[in-house]
């Protein structure tokens, strides 16, 4: 049922689109005007090549254009290319380029571009962040005319666009300027989107103009102007004096206040992202699954998101995102249960001592240390030390130890942590990009090395499987199945909010592409 | 006075040597691989192992530390590891915000908080007096994070006097100008308070002084006493105070940058620590550091223009 609304939903919003677009191009309305966007932090590298940073993302989506684009809903949709063929058994992807583009420094774009631009972020010397991913998927690039190109891939994957072909280090970037600029492309992107870089002036402003020569029409505004204003409560003096026109990072605790304000629209949605607990399966005391099951009944996660999250994020049910169009509604769950927690956790002989301590017969203690990073999530330590007083109450000996993200990352990598909390963003609700990462035994994000040969069975075959129902069918009981085995607690999924002044007309909203500028228009 | 300086300048070398290991160490002690955050999560070991051989991290520390002195004797402060642009570069540019504002911080500072001083000595225990400390201490107390927020929303939301954020130009432009005003006040009010409440125990001081007395006695008028002959002793530690606060406004202006969205160099180089960006930490600390010695041997030198009885041998 859930699948059917979502898809729905897409066909609605893109017969929205399409009729505002048609109704936009007759209709007239006003052109001109400078858009003022606040961004969180000053953008940092414009190569695709070493951009991995949210902000720079953001602000390069009007900039630099995909070899397919991604539809506000996420769903993949024609960009530069007009067509794109899956072979059967999904490892050969063939893509029928969009003629008469030209980049902005007025080179032409086509089948060699992109072939450059993938040869370039393939080549080790280059060292992009993307290298080895790109390496161990493709397997071959062929050039089968101007405007035909054809990747062969090394094994099937029916996520390839999704997952490898969409991400910050595929951006296409004009060759004749990834070649004339060299370093200097840094700050010079240079690309097919319905702006051009015009400007940047460090820790100031970051000024796009409109590209009059877009294949998808020509924006409607002159310029976009991004500053970056770090402090959320400056950013809000700035909507709100109407300085600025969008506001991209809402603070939870002034959301009522923004919502209050007749000139200023609130928008948010869950995004394609699950918070989550998450146990080293190299310390002994996780590997019993008695344990994991009895932590997990042990938690009121509804009461927690809905004090801590209320209108900003909504209970997690399983280990993909609510939003996702693979999210299996009858995934199962760990009720809050005290009782059931104790009577799973003496299962394996964990009991409540004299003192109230969950004991073995060895008469030890339950105890681990629960790491979570500060300030990376909204509300991430005061809804962990939440989750360590409910974890306490039934008598586990947890300590709780509050890190910068950094050192969680450092600390996740070396696999140097017990139970710790963390997340992951994707633009896509696509299982591969969030199943294969986390549960996959060989999943990069599989940050407690969970290994369980079914999961990867079943995941492997999901990926390889070019039709979408038999996916669904295979991936709805792989999120049974990691529910059953519990490896992490998926805890929630947060909104994308933002704010925009309602001068800002026809902006469409969608959690896949939300600083999508090329449409919109300012009115009264 | 020539050998003074000279004596303090090659003082200057093992400090900033001290500053410059300090800073080295501390960027590469800390918990955070720079590569691995250039990276993003998803990044594999030999995507991050190559840009750490791409960007020199895989050098072992001796050599790193000896390239960074290297490049600062010769005026190069490394690439930035996240904009791969030349940290000089980058810095120059932030410098420039962080210093005008500074001085205008340092200027507004000195002109509000002596005359206050001066007043709250001459009528001392006076309700003037008492309502000028209570200011002083306020000034003193009141966090900058808040006082800031608080200025903007009254005088750039509630009224809009003054632009919220951001510099629009350069200080002698009208627009720049206004954009100045409220990160002026904020950064200034702790100064003014210091600097107020020195200035009035130092008169009171010297009022007592026996030279005054007989200035007194000679049948001069009050405003003669006060600024003829007290002022001139009384001013010493108070230009000592403002020139150890200008250094301070150069490098401490960390929150009222933020609030402000000021494009300094505080904020720049507290961003580049979350990003473990390393080079630019490493040159944004040394340049804080060679300012604030700097500043205070022009203090020191200072000293020998009001005060004729100091002598430099």
Do not use: C
Request: proline content about 5%.
């Amino acid at each position: 049922m859930k699948r059917i609304k979502v898809i729905n939903l897409g066909l609605a919003l893109a017969l929205v689109v399409l009729v505002v677009g048609v109704v936009s191009v007759t209709a007239d309305v006003p052109q001109g005007g400078t858009l003022r966007v606040a961004i969180r932090n000053d953008v940092q590298n414009f190569d695709p090549a070493y951009l991995v940073d949210a902000t720079t993302s953001g602000v390069s989506f009007s900039v630099y254009e995909h070899i397919v684009a991604r539809s506000h809903d996420g769903v993949i949709s024609p960009g530069l290319s007009e067509s794109w063929e899956i072979s059967e058994n999904a490892d050969v992807y063939t893509f029928n380029l969009r003629r008469g583009v030209k980049f902005h420094d007025g080179s032409d774009f086509n089948a060699q571009a992109v072939k450059f631009n993938f040869d370039r972020i393939m080549d080790p010397e280059v060292a992009s962040h993307a290298g080895e991913l790109l390496r161990n998927n493709i397997d071959e690039i062929v050039i089968e005319d101007d405007y035909t190109i054809v990747f062969y891939l090394e094994e099937p994957n029916a996520a390839f666009i999704d997952d490898v072909l969409i991400q910050n280090a595929t951006f296409l970037a004009s060759p004749t300027a990834i070649e004339t600029l060299g370093e200097d492309l840094s700050r010079n992107p240079v690309g097919t989107g319905a702006f051009k870089f015009h400007s940047w002036t460090p820790d100031t402003e970051v000024v796009l103009a409109r590209n009059e020569e877009y294949w998808d029409g020509a924006p409607n505004i002159d310029q976009i102007v991004f500053r970056p204003i770090p402090e959320p409560t400056t950013q809000l003096t700035e909507l709100r004096t109407g300085r600025i026109h969008f506001m991209t990072v809402v603070p939870v605790e002034q959301k009522a206040a923004i919502e209050a304000d007749p000139n200023i629209n609130v928008i948010g949605e869950p995004d394609f992202n699950v918070r989550y607990l998450v146990f080293n399966f190299n310390q002994e005391v996780f590997q019993d699954i008695n344990v994991r099951r009895g932590l997990h009944y042990a938690l009121d996660i509804t009461e927690l998101v809905e004090i801590f999250l209320e209108g900003v994020a909504e209970r997690a049910y399983g280990p993909l995102p609510n939003m996702s169009p693979f999210h299996n509604p009858d995934v199962l769950e760990y009720p809050y249960n005290p009782d059931k927690a104790l009577a799973t956790l003496a299962l394996s002989g964990w009991a409540r001592g004299s003192d109230g301590m969950l004991r073995n017969e060895d008469g030890e203690t339950l105890k681990f240390t629960l790491t979570t990073p500060l300030g990376r999530y909204t509300k991430d330590r005061e809804l962990n030390e939440a989750i360590h007083f409910q974890f306490r109450q039934i008598g586990v000996d947890v300590d709780i130890e509050i890190v910068e993200f950094a050192t969680l990352i450092d600390k996740l990598r070396a696999r140097d942590f017990d139970l710790a909390y963390i997340g992951l963003m994707q633009r896509t609700g696509d299982p591969t990009a969030h199943l294969d990462l986390m549960y996959h035994s060989e999943g990069w994000a599989n940050w407690g090395d969970y290994n369980n040969p079914e999961i990867d069975d079943l995941l492997n075959q999901g990926k390889r499987t070019g039709d979408p129902d038999e996916r669904m069918r295979i991936y709805a009981i792989a999120q049974d199945l990691i529910m059953e085995d519990a490896p992490t607690i998926p805890i929630m999924n947060e909104f994308y909010l933002l704010a925009y002044r309602t001068e800002v007309k026809n902006y469409t909203f969608g959690v896949a592409r939300p600083m999508d500028y090329s449409k919109l228009y300012l009115g009264e | 006075m020539m050998q003074f300086l000279v004596k303090r300048l090659i003082l200057l070398i093992p400090i900033l040597l001290g500053v410059a290991l300090f800073s080295f160490m501390i960027m590469h002690l800390i918990p955070g691989d720079p590569a691995q955050i250039l990276s993003g999560m998803r990044a594999s070991e030999s995507d991050i192992a190559a840009l750490r051989a791409r960007l020199g991290l895989d050098q072992p520390l001796h050599i790193q530390f000896l390239d960074f002195l290297k490049g600062i004797f010769v005026g190069d402060l490394g690439t930035s590891l996240r904009t791969r642009q030349p940290v000089l570069d980058e810095i120059k540019q932030r410098y420039m915000a962080t210093a005008s504002l500074a001085l205008m911080a340092i200027i507004f500072s000195v002109m509000v908080s002596i005359p206050m001083g001066i007043f709250a000595a001459t009528k001392q225990y006076s309700i003037w007096d008492s309502v000028s400390m209570f200011f002083a201490i306020f000034g003193l107390s009141a966090p900058g994070f808040w006082l800031g927020l608080m200025l903007m929303y009254y005088l750039a939301y509630r009224i809009q006097l003054f632009p919220p954020s951001g510099m629009a130009g350069p200080f002698w432009t009208w627009e720049g100008l206004k954009s100045f005003i409220l990160p002026t006040i904020t950064l200034s009010i702790a100064s003014i308070a210091v600097l107020a409440r020195l200035t009035r125990s130092s008169v009171l001081e010297v009022l007592r002084q026996d030279y005054i007395k007989t200035a007194r006695s000679k049948g001069l008028s009050e405003r003669v006493v006060l600024f003829r002959h007290a002022l001139k002793n009384a001013l010493i530690p108070v230009v000592t105070l403002a020139g150890i606060q200008l250094g301070y406004l150069l490098g401490g202006a960390v929150v009222v940058e933020t609030v402000f969205a000021w494009p300094g160099l505080g904020r720049y180089v507290v961003t580049a620590i979350h990003f473990r960006d390393i080079p630019v930490v490493q040159g944004g600390i040394m340049l804080f550091a060679l300012t604030f010695v700097l500043i205070n041997l022009i203090v020191d030198i200072m000293y020998a223009f009001i005060d004729p009885r100091i002598r430099y041998e």
